[in-house]
Every structure is written in structure tokens, then in C-alpha cells.
């Protein structure tokens, strides 16, 4: 499964003339940076790299890796934790020459290259007032956020990214291009609606767009450690209560960035800070009041409320605290229950945490709960709260220690946190865990049966996998 160098050779004659986009071996001045991804501390060398322009390239390239029993993997924006993009010693095919996003505003429908970032689908739809739901910065994406789901600030209302596929372009195993929708392939869509990248792979997304905009209301309110777990009990009781139009989330940050309404002082340092959305009209009197009133639980030492463009603010404001190149461990779990106890286990685990980053509460629930459990392969849809340890160092020396307090802290809450977990979010220790976060054995085998009629080599499988069915 690896590529030497008379291979290397070989797929370069084989594709020469039809391949319109670059082919990147170790020898080529573009390598080094090609390879790189979100996490550093996944550190692969390709045998090649397949940098594609179009359809038409990915077709030539699947093709390359059938023939040669290449299992590829698949490059979107990078920002898989276990660092599913790269292939090591084998394969990439990577998608960053199809970025291109058309918007139909009257239809209410967006186009977008299998290889778009979030930011390029928010850069093109803001002019029309249009969003499609999806995560929460720029950098991640389209692809892999997507076909494992996909959350976001919009969740609550519209649902996840997967509920608003209308039809996608896809590449098969065998080299053929179909387009799956609803009236063509009822059962490729639902599973590609949260089966992630096993059943080929997907050129041009199309999505239901939403009339937002162009400006957002957001509420900031931060909190000093001693003030934490307050705040969060006033959170817990709160969240329930919502209207689908407000998203609530809670991040314990170790060093608080620099961000608009945060002052100097405070940059730096250890503190909480709730984060309240406005998903209607940002001059709605409603949405202030309900945005304000959040701002003032418990005993804030800032709080703000102000409005920000959606695309080019909103969209942007973790862009740099999660840059690409630093190593990270994440660790998502669904949220049975935010009780008292679990509150106060989570924020002495904060308070002392040596590793940067922070740790999230999202508040979801809403129009993802609506889609019935068996419409689609995403799986686990009731929970109102999910938690997130999204965390980050430098140095690998720390690896061993970090990740096992990581891993201590979800342990401890496992009397709070409930079954099944975000198969986007699954993490290179967690690959057991792939039928859970897909509904459990009886989905995954339907998924399985699905894989087998589409891809029963199991050629797209550096992936969450799953394996092909008989039967
Ligand atoms: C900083 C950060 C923020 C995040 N925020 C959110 C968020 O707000 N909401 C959310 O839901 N998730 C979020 N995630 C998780 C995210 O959904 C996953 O990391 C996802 O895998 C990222 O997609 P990608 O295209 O960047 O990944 P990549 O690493 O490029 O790809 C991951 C896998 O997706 C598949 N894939 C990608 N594109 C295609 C395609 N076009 N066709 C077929 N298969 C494809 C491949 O199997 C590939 O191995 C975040 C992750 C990070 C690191």
C-alpha cells in the first residue's frame, strides 16, 4: 500500500495529459506544506499526493488508486483530529481545486466544491443574506464537517449540515460520477448524511439555504474561576428553557485570546465565558432583550452584547485560537446531564489544567432532534448539550501526560455523559467506537450492506470506516 519510486513514475506517466492538477511526490517543492494538517502532531509522508482541479481529476484519480490498490485517503480542509486526510506512504487525493461556491438565491439553493472551507460558503452567501448551517470558524472543511454531520451556531434552528443536502456529485469506487438526491438515490443520501467519506467521493455539495443577515447579535459574558461554577449552574437551568432562535455554548478557556469586547487586562487569562447567538433578525427588540438578559447570569466580570457580520466577524473569531500546526487532543462526549456535581468536577479540572485550549458545553438540541433517528445515518440526535475538550500544546513531550489527564476527566464524568458520541470528533484512540456514533450494530450493518453495493472493495476506507456487508 505504499508508494515507491518506480510507482511514483508510473502514475505520473499514466496520468500525464488528462490529470489537470498537480501531482506531489516527496521530491516536490510543494510537499512539506501539502502533507500538513490541522493536528501536528499527526505527522505523515505521503507517497504522493493527488492535488485535483475538478471532477474530472478525482475521477483519474480514484481510478489511479483502484487500480493500483491504493485505499485513498481524502483532503478536504485537514481538520480531522485522528488526521484522516493523510496518507502514510500511500495516496492522498486532495481537494483544494474545488473551491468554487455558486449561490442560487432564488431557489435558495448553494453549489459548493467538494474541497470549500466553511469560509468560502459564508464569503459567497452573505451578499445575498443567505447562510447554510454549518460549524463554527473558517478553516474547517466543508467535506468532512459535512458528511459527518456538521454542528453549528444555526443547529438549534435549521438542523445539522447532512439535513440540508438537497444532492451531491459523487465519485464512486469505479470511477463513475453519479448524483445522489432524495429522487435518485434515496439510501446513498441517507447515508451519506453522516456516513462520512466511505461511499466515494463527493465533488460539489448542494444545500438549502436560509435568509440570515448579514449581521449577527451576539452576548459575551465571562467569568472569573471562583464565579465558574455558578455561572454554569445558571447555565444548566437556563439552556432548556430557550427558543430554537437563541444558541447558548460555554467555553472554560486556559488563556482567554484577544477578542473584540475583551479587554487587555484580560487577555491571558484563565476564565469562562458564555457565548449567546441570536439566530433572527439582529435589530429585533425580542432578540436584544433575551440576548441581554443571558449576559447577566450570575456574577460576570464582562459582559457585552453587540453585533458582528456573520461571515467575515462571527465565523472568524477562533480562526487564530485554533490554528493549523500545534498538536492537539480532542475528546467529544453527549451530555446526559449538566448536574451540580458534574459542574464542579469539570471546573476544578479547568482551573487546573496545564494544557492550553478550553474546554466547550454547545448547546444544541433543537431542529436536530426533529429528523427521526432512522432518516439518516447521523445517529444520537437527543441530547441538548454536548461537551468538547478541545486541547492543545507544543511540546510532544507533554503528549503521554496531557492526553492521559484528558482522558481521566471524560472518565470521571461518565456518570453525566450519555451513550453514543460525533463521529467527526472521534479521535485516533476512539476507532472502536464507530458503530456507536453511527446508531449501533443494526445501522452500521445497513450501512454496511449500502457500502458493499457501492464500494465492495472497501477502496475509500482510510475513513471511519465501514467495512462492506454481505447481504
Ligand atoms: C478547529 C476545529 C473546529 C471544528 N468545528 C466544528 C464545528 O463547528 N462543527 C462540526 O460539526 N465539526 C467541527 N469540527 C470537526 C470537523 O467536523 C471534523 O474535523 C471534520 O473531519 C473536518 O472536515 P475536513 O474536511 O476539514 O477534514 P479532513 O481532515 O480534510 O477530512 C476528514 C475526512 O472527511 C472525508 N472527506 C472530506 N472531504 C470529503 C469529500 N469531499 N468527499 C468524501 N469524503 C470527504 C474523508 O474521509 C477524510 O478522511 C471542527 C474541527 C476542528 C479541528
Redesign the pocket.
Known amino acids: 500500500m505504499s508508494i515507491d519510486e518506480q510507482l511514483r513514475l508510473h502514475i505520473a506517466e499514466q496520468l500525464a495529459g488528462h490529470f489537470k492538477g498537480e501531482v506531489i511526490g516527496p521530491d516536490h517543492a510543494e510537499y512539506d506544506r501539502a502533507r500538513l494538517?490541522?493536528?501536528a502532531m499527526v505527522d505523515r509522508r505521503p507517497g504522493l499526493i493527488l492535488r485535483c482541479t475538478s471532477t474530472a481529476d478525482v475521477v483519474a484519480a480514484v481510478n489511479v488508486a483502484r487500480e493500483h490498490g491504493l485505499p485513498p485517503?481524502?483532503?478536504?480542509?485537514?481538520?480531522?483530529?485522528a488526521?484522516?486526510?493523510?496518507s502514510d506512504g500511500g495516496l492522498t487525493i486532495g481537494?483544494s481545486g474545488?473551491r468554487e461556491v455558486t449561490v442560487d438565491p432564488e431557489r435558495k439553493l448553494v453549489h459548493a466544491g467538494?474541497?470549500c472551507?466553511?469560509g468560502d460558503v459564508d464569503a459567497a452567501t452573505a451578499p445575498h443574506r443567505l447562510i447554510v448551517p454549518?460549524?463554527?470558524?473558517s478553516?474547517?472543511?466543508?467535506?468532512?464537517?459535512?458528511?459527518?454531520?456538521?454542528?453549528?451556531w444555526f443547529s438549534r434552528k435549521h438542523g445539522?449540515?447532512c439535513d440540508n443536502f438537497v444532492s451531491l456529485e459523487?465519485v464512486l469506487a469505479s470511477g463513475e460520477v453519479i448524483e445522489v438526491s432524495q429522487e435518485s438515490h434515496p439510501e446513498l443520501l441517507w447515508a451519506l448524511r453522516g456516513g462520512?467519506?466511505?461511499?466515494?467521493?463527493?465533488?460539489r455539495?448542494t444545500f438549502r439555504a436560509y435568509d440570515f443577515g448579514p449581521m449577527m447579535r451576539i452576548g459575551v459574558s465571562v467569568y472569573e474561576p471562583a464565579e465558574a461554577a455558578a455561572a454554569l449552574r445558571g447555565y444548566a437551568a437556563v439552556v432548556p428553557t430557550l427558543p430554537r432562535t437563541v444558541g447558548w455554548h460555554a467555553a472554560l478557556k486556559h488563556d482567554m485570546p484577544a477578542l473584540p469586547f475583551v479587554p487587555p487586562e484580560c487577555v491571558g487569562k484563565r476564565l469562562l465565558m458564555l457565548v449567546s447567538m441570536w439566530l433572527d433578525d439582529a435589530d429585533d427588540p425580542g432578540g436584544a432583550e433575551l440576548i441581554g438578559r443571558l449576559c447577566e447570569i450570575g456574577q460576570p466580570c464582562i459582559k457585552a452584547s453587540t453585533v458582528l457580520p456573520f461571515a467575515a466577524g462571527v465565523q472568524r473569531l477562533?480562526d487564530t485560537e485554533?490554528e493549523d500546526g500545534h498538536r492537539?487532543y480532542?475528546k467529544e462526549a453527549h451530555v446526559a446531564d449538566l448536574a451540580d456535581d458534574a459542574i464542579d468536577k469539570l471546573v476544578a479540572f479547568w482551573r487546573d489544567m496545564p494544557m492550553e485550549g478550553e474546554v466547550e458545553i454547545i448547546g444544541l438540541g433543537g431542529a436536530i432532534g426533529d429528523v427521526p433517528e432512522a432518516d439518516s445515518a447521523f445517529s444520537n440526535r437527543g441530547y441538548l448539550l454536548w461537551l468538547n475538550f478541545?486541547m492543545r500544546w507544543d511540546d510532544p513531550a507533554d503528549d503521554p501526560d496531557y492526553i492521559g489527564q484528558t482522558r481521566a476527566i471524560v472518565g470521571d464524568l461518565a456518570p453525566w455523559t450519555g451513550r453514543g458520541v460525533?463521529v467527526?470528533?472521534l479521535n485516533f484512540d476512539e476507532l472502536d467506537r464507530v458503530a456507536e456514533a453511527l446508531g449501533g450494530p443494526e445501522k452500521y450493518a445497513g450501512l454496511g450492506r449500502l457500502k458493499a453495493a457501492y464500494d465492495p472493495g472497501n477502496l475509500?476506507r482510510?475513513?471511519?470506516n465501514i467495512p462492506p456487508l454481505a447481504g
Not at 73 to 81: A, L, P
Request: with cysteine; glycine share 24%.
Open positions: 494538517i490541522w493536528n485517503s481524502v483532503r478536504c480542509g485537514g481538520h480531522n483530529v488526521g484522516k486526510a493523510m481537494l474545488l467538494g474541497g472551507r466553511l454549518a460549524g463554527i470558524m478553516e474547517t472543511g466543508v467535506g468532512g464537517l459535512a458528511l459527518g454531520g456538521g454542528i453549528g445539522l449540515t459523487l462520512g467519506g466511505n461511499f466515494g467521493v463527493v465533488t455539495f477562533i485554533f492537539y480532542t478541545a460525533y467527526n470528533m475509500f482510510m475513513n471511519y
